[in-house]
Each structure stands twice: as C-alpha cells, then as structure tokens.
Nanobody, 128 residues
C-alpha cells in the first residue's frame, strides 16, 4: 500500500511556473507507475502525465505537452510535476496517483480508474 501527499500548489500569474511534489510512503513505491491528473470545478478528472516505475518512459496529455515535465526520484520517494508557461485553463486541483504493478501494464494508463492510490490533491490557480 502507498500513501501519497501532494504539495506545491498555489496562485500564479499566466506564464508563470510551479513545481508540484508528491511524497510517497509505503511498500515498494519504486515499482509503481505514477500519474498526475487534474480536475476543475464542473469537469471530469482528466489525465495530465504519467511516468513508468523506472522513470524511463513518460507520456503527456496534448494540452500540457511541451510545458509540463513529470519526473521521479525513487531514492526520495517523490514524484514531481514541473509546470511552465501556465495558462488560466490549467486551473484545477492536481492529484498524484499510483498504479499497482500487479496490473503489469504494457502501456501506461491515462484513465483515472486504472490507478489504485490517490493523494488529497493540491490547488493550482492561474490568473489571467
């Protein structure tokens, strides 16, 4: 089981940057694929980025590609989301999620239902 705690959210002007962190604790964190999702009021939770357990493979939503970077440091049990060139439409609660390795996925999932553990979320607000 993995426990996840996000931090780093806040208020930023359009064009600015934030770095979100997801601190993990629990058994065999390094073996989990990890993802970032976001949810705005009145909207469904949407995929942002995912990273393999080794950090060797990443995948991004088209809406954030080229602006956001997902990374992980297994020695620190932490996953990051570096967000640059932020836009007002990036405003949302951002969630970190872990996909149990028992699934043995060939392709990393972009679907929220595929992830087993979730953090509490951190608010990101981008002003115009």
């Amino acid at each position: 089981q993995v426990q996840l705690v996000e931090s780093g959210g806040g208020l930023v002007q359009a064009g600015g940057s934030l770095r979100l962190s997801c601190a993990a604790s629990g058994r065999t964190f390094s073996s989990y694929n990890m993802g970032w999702f976001r949810q705005a009021p009145g909207k469904e939770r949407e995929f942002v980025a995912t990273i393999s357990w080794s950090g060797g493979r990443t995948y991004y939503a088209d809406s954030v590609k080229g602006r956001f970077t997902i990374s992980r440091d297994n020695a620190k049990n932490t996953v990051y989301l570096q967000m640059n060139s932020l836009k007002p439409e990036d405003t949302a609660v951002y969630y970190c999620a872990a996909d149990h390795p028992l699934h043995m996925r060939v392709v990393m999932s972009t679907t929220p239902g595929s992830y087993d553990y979730w953090g509490q979320g951190t608010q990101v607000t981008v002003s115009s």
